[in-house]
């Protein structure tokens, strides 16, 4: 047996569970079909194990073709669950497509065809740091009032364009409400508001697109994503869908104009008034913006306690990567110079503007003690 021939095989077996699990629901409500197809679009065996998303992609497009040349109502079933529910745009295509074609021939819509996934948003709302660093969002779902349940998913938004640090489903929306306002009671300076629902699908879709990205990834160490993630994808990027029919636009990142006016602009400001106005304070400007821009990928105005301890760890800031030691000896107090005056430009209150300046100083602290021997610090 070649390779087309057993990818067929696994294909066949495949939609014959499929059926086998759509006869068992029979007139099951589009939760229940919601529930299950997440469960079997994740590939995830029950030890925890699952396929890549790359080949989980190219098993699922072989079972909607394998459904679609069959005509029986568990076939046309399982085509409607990956149109309500497959993550990938053409597939939910291709499926809606097979399962039109079946209905033409004769076999009856199953039960819940004209509601799956059309949900009722009944609530978005968001906890968030002052600098934008974490967001703890929640969205609450229900069909009219019933099967009413909630995803809460923790942000982090130093890494990419956000990687999820936790994501939870529950059918009780008032525990997951404690956690935002838990959040806003601490010392972390959180605030708990309604959230844009366009901008809630834009920061779910870009943690999911994250997160499959460091989980596809073998170099990264560091568990990426929480264990029910692969469980619990299809169904938030379902959700994701039915919060908006777009995603808010992202941010735009700056030009390399725009940057290089920064860079002058802070050079002018009161913030660098105490540096030495020549090539060595300008050199180690623009190693220390690149960094932000181009390593972490972050507007380099736009930052945190968290990113600023990131980037000042970068090997290409430590003294003894940098070619002029002069440059060296300077970064620290402009990074310090920088960020101070980040805070300024944002506006941030007096308690941000504290722990993102402590950041800096054990960050710069760290950059000082690693100088080579024979250079003063200042």
């Keep these: 047996m070649d390779d087309s021939d057993r990818a067929s095989a696994r294909a066949s077996s495949s939609a014959d569970f499929l059926e086998f699990n759509f006869s068992l629901k029979g007139d099951g409500s589009p939760w229940s079909v919601e529930q299950s197809m997440t469960q079997l679009l994740a590939h995830e065996s029950a030890e925890g194990f699952a396929l890549s998303l790359a080949v989980s992609v190219q098993e699922d497009a072989r079972v909607i073709h394998e459904l679609g040349r069959r005509r029986t109502p568990t076939a046309l079933a399982a085509l409607r669950g990956f149109q309500a529910m497959s993550t990938i745009d053409t597939q939910r295509e291709l499926a809606r497509m097979n399962a039109d074609r079946i209905v ?4 009856p819509e199953p039960p819940w065809t004209s509601t799956i996934g059309r949900v009722r948003v009944d609530r978005c ?55 935002l306002q838990y959040a806003e009671k601490g010392d972390e300076g959180f605030v708990s508001e309604p959230l844009d629902p366009a901008f809630g699908r834009r920061l779910l879709e870009e943690a999911i697109a994250t997160s499959d990205e460091l989980t596809e990834d073998r170099e990264y160490k560091p568990k990426p994503v929480p264990a029910a993630y692969r469980k619990m994808r299809a169904l938030t990027l379902a959700r994701a869908r039915a919060l908006s029919d ?61 990113l600023v301890l990131a ?68």
Aim: net charge negative; glycine share 6%; with cysteine.
């Design 246 to 306: 777009v995603a808010a636009p992202p941010e735009p990142f700056p030009s390399s104009v725009e940057i290089e006016l920064l860079k002058r602009t802070f050079l002018a400001s009161g913030a660098a008034a105490g540096l030495p106005a020549d090539d060595t304070t300008t050199q180690a400007v623009d190693l220390l913006v690149t960094q932000f821009t181009d390593e972490a990928g972050c507007h380099p105005v736009r930052i945190g306690p968290r």
């Design 125 to 179: 709302w968001w906890a968030h740091d002052q600098f934008d660093e974490t967001a703890i969002v929640l969205f609450a779902f229900s069909y009219d009032g019933n099967d009413e349940h909630a995803i809460l998913a923790m942000i982090d938004r130093t890494v990419g364009d956000g990687l999820f640090r936790e994501l939870t489903l529950s059918m009780h929306l008032d525990s997951l409400l404690e956690v």
């Design 104 to 107: 033409q021939e004769g076999i």
């Design 311 to 378: 980037v000042l760890g970068l090997p290409a800031l430590a003294p003894e990567h940098i070619d002029d030691p002069e440059v060296a000896r300077i970064l620290p107090d402009v990074a310090e110079a920088w960020v101070s005056w980040t805070a300024t430009e944002r506006g941030l209150p007096d308690d941000a503007v504290e722990r993102l300046e402590q950041a800096t100083k054990e960050a710069c602290a760290h950059l000082r003690a690693g100088e080579p021997e024979g250079h003063e610090t200042t």
